[in-house]
């Protein structure tokens, strides 16, 4: 592959000399069907409320997220996430509301479907925004116990499914949670529910704002890392994914995303499946911060970010950049 001429025969700067042929060459394309939108939904009365730490990020009310699926399908963003936020004196140490039929996710899936019915409505299977303790999954003692909590999620996906889920996607990184929901989709006839792991997730210091975001800061005791990946670890991110393809994940997600490319790059090499990136919160802000204090072009970074996930093999990338990504594009 590099056993071509060299300087002056070879001058790499022809191709870059002109918008047109640096377009023709271009070796990756980054367009609004790339993007899955994260949204997060309230249980509050008032219509939005801003993080603080995401300028530009609001939380919204049921209402609102309609109005969002319609602005998702009509700048062409395929697929919109929700997380919820609910009231504090909701949460229990059991995640009750995970399962709640009525509760403000399966209204929010059902208010999306009915603005938007052609968008793709993607789901969390976890518990941290349910829980007192702001675990992904129930506790024992400090213990987060495995088995005991694969069971909630596959009735907090049915649940999901049933109410208009279109992609489900377990974020809690349980051993086994996949092929759980898996099995229970079949059994219970949704053959065609697709499941997006979260395979390679790792307990970051990225997901803070999130946490805000969904009101699982303050609840949160300790840190996720007997469940989610040590950020020293590479080769284990290829087992993880290899155990979710075998459990039945149609995609993969590597989380966070732009320090974790590296991990995006082998899992698509190594596989060659449908493989998407988490641009999480903490990525956000960061970007965000810097460009509001003056210290970056917004506009550029957000869009090279997002390049930088195309190029690294991504199919798509789950980004608060969405909707403003898309509209720079088009
Ligand atoms: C948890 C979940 C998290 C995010 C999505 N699902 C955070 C966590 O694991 O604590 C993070 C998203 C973000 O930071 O943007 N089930």
């Known amino acids: 592959m590099f056993s071509h001429a060299a300087y002056p025969a070879v001058r790499h700067r022809r191709l870059r000399q002109a918008d047109w042929s640096?377009?023709?060459?271009?070796?990756?394309?980054?367009?609004?069907?790339?993007?899955i939108w994260p949204v997060v939904v309230h249980?509050?009365?008032?219509?939005?409320?801003p993080v603080a730490s995401m300028p530009g990020v609001d939380r919204l009310s049921v209402p609102e997220v309609a109005k969002a699926a319609r602005e998702a399908a009509s700048l062409g963003i395929p697929a919109i996430a929700l997380f919820p936020h609910i009231d504090g004196a909701a949460k229990d140490a059991y995640g009750t509301q995970a399962t709640?039929?009525?509760?403000?996710?399966?209204?929010?899936i059902k208010a999306v479907k009915d603005a938007a019915p052609g968008l793709g409505v993607m789901c969390d299977v976890a518990l941290?925004?349910?829980?007192?303790?702001?675990?992904?999954?129930?506790?024992?003692?400090?213990?987060?116990?495995?088995?005991?909590?694969?069971?909630?999620?596959v009735d907090q996906a049915l649940m999901q499914v049933r109410a208009g889920a279109d992609i489900?996607?377990?974020?809690?990184?349980?051993?086994?949670?996949?092929?759980?929901?898996?099995?229970?989709?079949?059994?219970?006839?949704h053959h065609d529910t697709l499941i997006l792991a979260y395979a390679a997730k790792y307990a970051s210091a990225f997901y803070g704002p999130y946490r805000d975001a969904v009101?699982?800061?303050?609840?949160?005791?300790?840190?996720?890392?007997?469940?989610?990946?040590?950020?020293?670890?590479?080769?284990?991110?290829l087992r993880e994914v290899a155990s979710d393809l075998?459990?039945?994940?149609?995609?993969?997600?590597?989380?966070?995303?732009?320090?974790?490319?590296?991990?995006?790059?082998?899992?698509?090499?190594?596989?060659r499946v449908p493989t998407f990136a988490y641009q999480v919160s903490g990525e956000y802000a960061q970007l965000m911060a810097?460009?509001?204090?003056?210290?970056?072009?917004?506009?550029?970074a957000i869009l090279e970010s997002l390049m930088a996930f195309k190029r690294a093999g991504c199919a798509g990338v789950v980004s608060y950049f969405a909707p403003r990504a898309a509209k720079l594009l088009g």
């Open 100 to 108: 709640n039929e009525a509760g403000l996710i399966p209204d929010a």
């Open 246 to 271: 075998a459990e039945g994940a149609d995609m993969v997600m590597v989380k966070p995303g732009m320090p974790y490319l590296d991990i995006v790059r082998r899992v698509v090499e190594t596989f």
């Open 215 to 237: 009101g699982s800061a303050k609840a949160l005791k300790g840190d996720k890392r007997t469940y989610q990946m040590d950020p020293a670890n590479g080769d284990e991110s």
């Open 128 to 153: 941290d925004c349910y829980t007192d303790h702001g675990h992904d999954g129930l506790m024992e003692d400090a213990r987060i116990l495995n088995d005991a909590t694969i069971e909630r999620l």
């Open 168 to 189: 489900i996607a377990p974020s809690d990184m349980m051993d086994g949670r996949v092929g759980a929901i898996r099995g229970a989709l079949e059994a219970t006839g």
């Open 43 to 49: 249980d509050g009365s008032e219509d939005r409320i």
């Open 22 to 35: 640096r377009r023709l060459v271009a070796e990756s394309v980054l367009t609004p069907n790339d993007f």
């Open 290 to 300: 810097a460009a509001r204090n003056g210290w970056l072009d917004e506009e550029r």
